[in-house]
């Protein structure tokens, strides 16, 4: 039974974030007035096809690891364009409508994810207090004094080592969730930050995390056991709930968003500069796992799941690769500061680089994968 909630909870995942992906690219081309001559979910044999009154296809195919959009374009050599029709097609657009129509995908599932997060906050979701516990020893919170028990109701950041924090200037935290991304914005941006504490008995303090005592991104070490700021497991029912209207929520979900993206980049860029581990790359057997262990505990947190991944898909077309969606902008900033297209051919040689990379990259993540769930 559980496998068949996890194959099922992967499929959707897959199946909501590839077709919302695509249908940003569909909805962009139809506005800048593109033909779509075809939209598939999945690759290989198509399972049910469907000929709309404008004669885009709109097909279902039998291997769900993935999706795209097929545009009319006069770069594709397997197209045969009609004058007639030229006006409709990718390649006759301007400049900006062409590069609106490829970011429109992964800015598609940025926009899902504040959606789901906020049918979230609408719902009414219970949040893990920021009550903390005893760090770990020479972390830096237990050089700085923080005992157990203490809770982070405020938060603030220091711009700079001479910063002193104001009484002022703390922004509420609402659950420790929300606080371990402000930590993690934190440390992978290296910005000290001040913790506005209160103690079981009521009493206030303040604690100042200063730059240069922030520990340091590696792939050997966890730097929030280093930080040493924590979470103390506490009942379910002494959990608060957050609920929130639709514009706030709308609102409190683009900031955590955005936040997730903040520290998803620097992380992404860590693998390139030594600073993340490159086993952190989970694969399709991650994600499954992942989709059928919160889907077995409930709706939010699927929801949650999905959020998190449409944001990783999101990045991770944005990469400037070949292939993907960030290699098709980075031909467009070519363009914009050339005044003249990438060539067909050196496009193509291109391709086949990007191709390389992402089968690459694929394999590493399908290696973690197998590691990860099969090793003794």
């Known amino acids: 039974m559980q496998a068949l909630i996890t194959l099922a909870a992967f499929l959707v995942t897959l199946g909501v974030l590839v077709s919302f992906h695509e249908f940003g690219h569909f909805l962009a ?31 279902i195919a039998s291997i769900p690891l993935g999706g795209y959009v097929k545009l009319l374009d006069g770069r594709d050599r397997q197209q045969t364009i009609d004058p007639t029709n030229e006006l409709h097609a990718f390649d006759h657009k301007p400049l900006w409508q062409r590069s609106l129509i490829v970011a429109a995908g992964p800015f598609a599932n940025f926009f899902l994810a504040v959606v789901l997060f906020a049918v979230i906050y609408v719902s009414g979701a219970p949040q893990l207090p920021a009550l903390l516990k005893a760090p770990p020893e020479n972390s830096v919170a237990a050089k700085l004094g923080v005992v157990e028990g203490d809770r982070v109701i405020g938060w603030q950041s220091l711009p700079n080592s001479n910063s002193v924090p104001l009484a002022s200037e703390f922004e509420p935290v609402l659950s420790w ?25 009521g009493g206030q303090y303040i ?14 070490n966890d730097p929030m056991l280093a930080l ?35 520290v998803s980049i620097r992380l992404m860029a860590g693998i390139f500069t030594g600073n993340t581990s490159l086993k952190q790359l989970g694969g399709p057997l991650s994600i499954a796992d992942m989709a059928g262990k919160s889907a077995q505990v409930g709706w939010q947190p699927f929801f949650a799941f999905l959020a998190l991944i449409s944001i990783s898909i999101g ?3 944005l990469l400037p690769f070949p ?31 990007g191709f390389l990379l992402l089968i690459s990259l694929s394999v590493l993540a399908l290696f973690n994968d197998l590691q990860r769930y099969f090793s003794p």
């Open 228 to 262: 040493g700021v924590l979470p103390k497991s506490v009942p379910l029912a002494q959990w608060a709930e957050l609920k929130l209207g639709p514009l706030d929520a709308m609102g409190f979900a683009a900031e955590r968003v955005w936040l997730i993206t903040k």
């Open 323 to 353: 292939m993907l969606d960030g290699g098709q902008l980075l031909y467009d900033a070519w363009e914009l500061v050339a005044g003249k297209r990438v060539s067909i051919s050196i496009q193509e040689q291109f391709q086949k680089v």
């Open 207 to 220: 604690k100042t995390f200063l730059t240069q005592d922030l520990p340091q991104l590696s792939p050997q």
């Open 177 to 201: 969730n929300a606080l371990r991304w402000i930590l993690l914005d934190a440390l992978t941006g290296e910005t000290g930050f001040a913790l506005e504490m209160q103690t079981p008995s």
């Open 29 to 59: 081309a139809r506005l800048c007035g593109v033909r779509v001559l075809r939209f598939a979910v999945g690759f290989g044999k198509p399972l049910f096809t469907y000929v709309a009154n404008n004669k885009t296809e709109w097909v």
């Open 315 to 317: 990045l991770l077309n």
